[in-house]
Structures are given as C-alpha cells and as structure tokens.
C-alpha cells in the first residue's frame, strides 16, 4: 500500500511540470474576461510564481493577439479622411466578453474587397462589442485572409464612449435605441454617422463588394437608389468644412426623428430627408448638375452604387442574369447584395454568375477560404 502511495506521488510530481501550462492557459482566459482592457502578459507576469513567469508571459503575448483593441484607446486610429469604415452590430452572445467574430464569406470580401482595391486608404472593421479573433476553423481562414492586407484593421467601440464629444452623446445615454425592434440596423445606421463625423472618409454596409478604387473620387457623397430615394450604404464625407457639417446635420436628423419600429427611418430615409432639405427635393436635377447645385455634395446615380434594387438581388447570384449584369455593372464603383432578401441566395464557388466573378477578382483570398459556397 505504502509503495503504491509513494508511487501515485512520484507519477504527480513527475507530472506537475506538464500541468502548469494547462492551468496557465485556463487562467489566462478567464483573466482576459474579467479584465477585457488590460494587457494580459503584464497582468500574468505580475501574478505568477518566479519559476512560471518565462511561461506565462509568453502564453499571455499569445492570447493578446486574439484580442480586438478599443479603437478609441488604439495606438493606431482612423487617419481623417482617409479610412473606409465597416460597422458590425452583431453580438452572438449575450455576454460581451465571449464575442468572437463570425463574419459571412460575403462580409468579408466586402473588407477584402476594399483594402484590395484601396491601398492607400485604410480599411477599419468596428465591432459593436469587445472581440476575440477566432483561433480556428473556417472563421480563422476568412479572417487570415482579410489580414494579409496591411491597410486593414480590426476594432472594436464602447457606443457610450464612441458617441462622447458628439451631437448624440447625451441622446445615447436615455437609452431610447435599447427599445428599437431593429436594434442591430438601427446601431449600425447610428455608428456610421458617428464615425463619418468623428473622422470623416466612407462608410460602406458589410454587404457590398467594391469594383474599383474610391480613393481619387472627392469626398461628400451619397447615391441614389432610384429617382425618389438615397441610399446610406455607401457616404464619403470630408473630416472637416461643409462634410462635417453634413454629418452634423446627419446625427441630429437621428435624434430628431428616431424611430425604433420603422425599419428604414433612421437610415435611407434620413439620408434623403437630410439631402433633400439642403438641396432641394429634386432628385434628377441633384444628379444631373453634380457637386454644382448641392454645396459641393455629390449625387451619384443608382448605377454607381446601387445598380440593382432589392428587388433584383438575383441578378447577382443566378448565370441567367450574367451577360446583363456584367453590362450594367461595367462602370459601377461597386454592387450593393442587398443581404436582407440575398442572404439564402448562395452560390457555389466557381459558378458562373456575377457575384461568382466578381469574387473572384476583388476579393481572391476571401473566395479561395470560403469553401464550396459563398
């Protein structure tokens, strides 16, 4: 009895060096959820034992990486006038802490997509919510080959502290958006223009793919989506001067008129309202005569940005469509997917539709790591 006693301790002891790294690992990761905003590696090295210390730095250096930084508390921030923003407002899971991106094949080519055609811009990714990168699977793939490109930059905001110094600020803090029966689009709808007035630049929806480079198109713009109504998937604003302005204008519409049940008021119809009352309600004039009859504010045409309409979403996504779409898309800057009605439309990688091609060649990386459908 005694030997096998002294035996079971001798077989702990000899094992006790492999457990430390396990038990290390365990910690670290309920430290990071505890302590979202603290370096981890310091945090460990501080609380280790002496011997453990070369271990747990190490391991928390590792686990730091995964970890998506504030971008208000960033070393590198958004250079004004000179960033594409995306805006996620998704949060899987109900507690912050344990968000870990899950973006769709499509989202992101949408980030591919610009950083690719837009070198010189920098391509910021906002999460809604403190967030980890994944550290396998299909997920890791995307997002590995989103970060081969050096202008993309992965964030995530506090909205309280994203809306600090702002028109909004204090509107936030009533909570009036935590009652939206479209929290998730009425948050993004609100971000981008926060975003364009903190920085200024382009805001672009996550469901787009980008066709050509924006950098060289001045900024304060919107689109049309038809002759009656602009769309906000796509707004280029100046840091300063008269784009500053127009996001004012923007966030204070919001406030105004904010309305938690109606899908589109804070969105294409706040843009519309906001243009409209800056520049007259004709539409077709507003096009027509360019950057001349709205105080330098650009109209582009539907076939820029939105060259199809919901309703047509499968003409990106069915070979029927291939030979029109390509047509009509040939001097577009990009195509909007319209993801609420062609989220289910997917095709098979290496079909012969629009969106297959146009994959393909704007975001090859993203296409490559999307499996056998996208």
């Not at 939105?306 to 979403?313: A, E, K, M, T």
């Not at 975001?363 to 490559?368: F, I």
Request: aromatic share 12%; with cysteine.
């Amino acid at each position: 009895m005694f030997v096998t006693q002294k035996k079971l301790l001798m077989d702990f002891q000899n094992q006790r060096p492999r457990l430390i790294l396990p038990i290390l690992v365990v910690s670290v990761v309920v430290l990071l959820i505890i302590y979202t905003t603290q370096d981890m590696s310091t945090l460990f090295y501080r609380n280790c034992e002496t011997k453990e210390r070369s271990t747990a730095y190490n391991v928390g250096i590792l686990l730091n990486k995964f970890f998506v930084e504030d971008v208000l508390l960033s070393s590198s921030r958004p250079p004004p006038g000179r960033t594409i923003f995306f805006h996620e407002t998704t949060c899987y899971h109900q507690v912050s802490q344990f968000n870990v991106m899950n973006l769709t094949a499509r989202q992101a080519c949408a980030i591919e997509s610009a950083g690719l055609n837009n070198p010189n811009f920098q391509v910021f990714v906002l999460f809604s919510c403190p967030t980890y990168r994944p550290l396998s699977g299909g997920q890791k793939l995307l997002i590995d080959a989103i970060e081969i490109y050096k202008n993309v930059r992965f964030r995530h905001l506090n909205i309280r502290n994203y809306a600090s110094d702002t028109p909004v600020e204090d509107w936030i803090k009533k909570g009036d958006l935590l009652n939206s029966s479209f929290p998730m689009q009425h948050t993004a709808d609100l971000l981008r223009l926060i975003s364009l007035y903190r920085f200024g630049g382009i805001y672009l929806d996550m469901d787009v793919v980008v066709l050509r480079s924006l950098e060289n198109e001045p900024l304060n713009y919107v689109g049309a989506h038809d002759n009656i109504t602009l769309g906000n998937a796509v707004i280029g604003l100046e840091p300063t001067g008269k784009g500053h302005e127009i996001a004012e204008l923007f966030l204070r519409d919001y406030e105004k008129n904010y309305n938690g049940k109606e899908y589109v008021q804070n969105g294409p119809a706040l843009v519309t309202r906001v243009v409209k009352k800056l520049c007259g309600d004709n539409i077709v004039k507003l096009i027509e005569e360019g950057r001349t009859s709205c105080q330098g504010l650009k109209v582009f045409n539907s076939t820029a940005f939105y060259p199809f309409g919901w309703p047509q979403w499968m003409h990106f996504t069915e070979p029927k469509y291939l030979k029109e779409t390509m047509t009509i898309t040939k001097d577009s800057y990009l195509i909007h997917l319209w993801n609420k009605a062609s989220y289910r439309g997917l095709i098979r990688v290496g079909s012969n539709t629009a969106l297959g091609i146009y994959a393909k060649r704007h975001c090859p990386r993203v296409y490559a790591a999307a499996g056998d459908y996208f």
